[in-house]
C-alpha cells in the first residue's frame, strides 16, 4: 500500500483522460499514465541486429522502429473472400500487416460490456472498410468485414453484402477456438504511422506497468485492510476513465459492494 500510494501521488503520473489515448499511436508514447516502458526509436543504432548465416557468414537485420510486436495481432483480414471468391480489403498501413499470431479467447471477449465500457471499441477492430475494386458486391469505402462477439443466423447475414465473422465461425461451442486465421485485431497495437505497408518496425513502446495497475494493487489492500470505501474509491477512479460517460463509474460500484473475491472472481 505504501509504495501503490507513492507511485499515484508523488511521481506526476495521472490516469490517462481518455482511455483511447493509450492506444492511439500518436499519443501513446508520452501519456502521464505509462509508469515503466520499453522504449523504441527509429535509429538504426538500436534497431539492428547480427545472426550467423547459413554459410557461417553475418547477417545483419535493420528494423528501424525495432518493435515488430504489431504484427502478431493482426487477422489476415486480406485473405477474407466475398461471394465471388474476391478479397474485397487489401493489405494496408491502416489495418497493419498480418502475422496473425494472437487472438482473444471468447472468455476475453466477454469480460466487456462494450454498450458501457469504451475500451472494446478502443481495444477491437470491428470493421473493415473495402479498399479494393475487385468486388462485385461491395463497393470502395463501404463497409466490407464485420466482426461480432455474438452469433448471427444465416438468414441475417444474408440481409448483407459484407461478409460478417461472428463468434460461430470463430469460437466452438464450448469456447475453444476453431479459426486462428480470421477473428478480430487487437487494434490497439497497430502502428498507422508506418513508412509503407509491409514496413515491420514500429517506434510504439512495450509497456510494462500503467498508472491503472497502481491503482488496483492499493484498492486490493485498502480491501484487505478491512477499507472497503478506499478501494472501492480506486477501482472507480480507474472505471471512470473506460466508461463511455466519463461521468462515474462504468458499473456504479458503491463502497460497501465491492470484496476481494472482485479481483479472483
Not at 504484427?71 to 465471388?84: A, P
Not at 469504451?118 to 475494386?133: E, G, L, M, P, S
Request: net charge negative; aromatic share 14%.
Amino acid at each position: 500500500m505504501k509504495y501503490a500510494r507513492n507511485v499515484i501521488n508523488n511521481y506526476g503520473y495521472s490516469l490517462a483522460e481518455d482511455y483511447s489515448d493509450l492506444c492511439d499511436i500518436y499519443k501513446c508514447n508520452d501519456v502521464k499514465e505509462n509508469v515503466f516502458v520499453c522504449m523504441y526509436t527509429k535509429s538504426e543504432i538500436f534497431g539492428t541486429s547480427i545472426e550467423e548465416g547459413p554459410d557461417g557468414n553475418p547477417i545483419i537485420w535493420r528494423t528501424p522502429g525495432n518493435n515488430p510486436s504489431h504484427l502478431l495481432w493482426v487477422m489476415c483480414y486480406d485473405q477474407v473472400l466475398d461471394k465471388d471468391g474476391k478479397k474485397p480489403v487489401t493489405r494496408s498501413i491502416e489495418y497493419g500487416r498480418s502475422f496473425n499470431r494472437y487472438m482473444p479467447t471468447l472468455y476475453y471477449l466477454n469480460l466487456f460490456d462494450e454498450k458501457m465500457d469504451a475500451r472494446y471499441d478502443d481495444v477491437f477492430q470491428q470493421a473493415w472498410i473495402c479498399n479494393n475494386t475487385n468486388s462485385t458486391y461491395i463497393s470502395p469505402g463501404d463497409t466490407a468485414i464485420f466482426f461480432t462477439k455474438y452469433s448471427v443466423s444465416d438468414a441475417e447475414e444474408a440481409k448483407h453484402d459484407y461478409i460478417t465473422i461472428d463468434k460461430d465461425f470463430v469460437y466452438n461451442a464450448d469456447g475453444s477456438v476453431k479459426n486462428r486465421v480470421q477473428n478480430v485485431t487487437f487494434k490497439k497495437f497497430l502502428d498507422p504511422s508506418r513508412e509503407s505497408v509491409n514496413y515491420t518496425g514500429s517506434v510504439r513502446h512495450g509497456v510494462v506497468i500503467r498508472l491503472a495497475e497502481l491503482y488496483l494493487i492499493a484498492a486490493e489492500a485498502e480491501l484487505f485492510l478491512n477499507d472497503n470505501a478506499s478501494g472501492t474509491s480506486y477501482i472507480n477512479e480507474v472505471r471512470e476513465k473506460s466508461s463511455y460517460s466519463r461521468q462515474g463509474s462504468c458499473h456504479g460500484d458503491k463502497a460497501g459492494t465491492v470484496d476481494i473475491g472482485f479481483y479472483f472472481g
